[in-house]
């Protein structure tokens, strides 16, 4: 069974999964962290990796199995893994961190499962990086594999875009075996799911169609779009309801260090009595559903439809500042680029 990034670095590179000592303003920790892997790789490797910021590449994110631009995990040694995974610690969370982990592992379970190891390849997750690092303007990075994209852009002195960000799992839940239990989106069901049976047990049109749709519906669109309007606002629920909502927001933005999510969370506090969540399909755990919660700036979908309601999708979008357009423009608008 392959070995997750964490381990990996645990055991083979002789560094911590996670960080340690005086924290560091995260656009600078994965400035470093990035120079680092650079610096790690032959120039094969770094011609593989390594892209102008304005790129067309640098949009064209997915989360299904195929081919893909960047380095593999398959062509690093355990050092150079180990250098990814501090990129990867300088923009998430812990509980990032494992969810990565996780959904890795369950790769290799699925090639297991479905006797294909060569298509369902857990080494199949690879890092690109756009821009130049070492220099003061504009850059970014992405890890992705199967059921996990994970894109940053950082733009020095005017802000970080963490966004799209999109986390899979198949199975959902591992239902037998070794890893019997294993949920790496529990929270993403289980809080969404008690808000949506509170709010409908009081009577609120929570559920605005019992048919859920096979996937989310935004896909792998480069530019998040606002959905229909579903659900119940923020503002028509109970205090507890609120707190309820909040809680499954913060999941979803937990993902990232809150330094990385702190000023998109400002913003949807900001817009909060206007946030509305909706749940299509059924209530009862098994049963497909698909939801999302929705505001001016942001956008949550999860589905769970394919596979006998045992395949997870989930993603966040900011509508405005998704590849950091939003920073991006004000970057360009506010200095001089005449030179």
């Not at 992405?142 to 002195?157: A, C, D």
């Not at 669109?221 to 659900?231: C, I």
């Not at 949807?268 to 929705?294: C, H, M, N």
Request: aromatic share 8%.
């Amino acid at each position: 069974m392959f070995r997750t990034i964490a381990t990996i670095v645990a055991i083979a590179a002789g560094v911590p999964s996670v960080r340690a000592g005086t924290p560091v303003e995260p656009g600078q920790e994965m400035r470093v962290a990035a120079n680092n892997l650079i610096a790690g790789l032959d120039a094969d490797q770094r011609k593989r990796a390594c892209f102008p910021f304005g790129s067309d590449e640098r949009e064209n994110w997915a989360f299904v199995p195929k081919q893909r631009a960047g380095i593999p995990l398959s062509d690093l040694t355990p050092a150079q893994r180990g250098l990814v995974n501090k990129l990867l610690g300088a923009a998430l969370s812990e509980k990032g961190l494992l969810k990565v982990d996780t959904i890795i592992a369950l790769e290799g379970l699925l090639g297991e499962m479905e006797k294909r190891p060569d298509y369902r390849d857990p080494t199949k997750y690879h890092t690109s990086i756009f821009g130049d690092p070492g220099k003061d303007g504009p850059w970014g990075w992405r890890f992705e594999g199967h059921h996990l994209s994970v894109n940053l852009t950082i733009v020095p002195g005017k802000g970080i875009s963490a966004a799209p960000s999109f986390m899979g799992a198949n199975p959902a839940e591992v239902r037998e075996g070794a890893k019997k239990g294993t949920r790496p989106l529990a929270a993403e069901e289980d809080l969404a799911r008690v808000l949506a049976a509170s709010l409908d047990s009081a009577g609120g049109k929570v559920v605005f169609t019992d048919k859920p749709p096979g996937d989310i519906l935004t896909g792998s669109d480069r530019k998040a779009k606002q959905l229909e309007p579903v659900g119940v606002a923020a503002k028509e629920m109970t205090a507890a309801q609120q707190t309820a909502l909040k809680d499954l927001i913060r999941e979803y933005a937990g993902r990232f260090r809150k330094e990385v999510a702190e000023d998109t969370l400002k913003r949807i506090e900001a817009e909060f009595d206007t946030v509305r969540f909706g749940w299509a399909g059924s209530l009862k755990p098994g049963e497909a559903y698909y939801y999302r919660v929705q505001g001016k700036s942001f956008l949550i979908e999860a589905a769970n439809s394919q596979n006998n309601a045992n395949h997870i999708h989930t993603v966040w979008r900011d509508v405005e500042n998704d590849f950091g357009r939003d920073v991006l423009g004000e970057h360009y608008q506010n200095d001089d680029h005449s030179h």
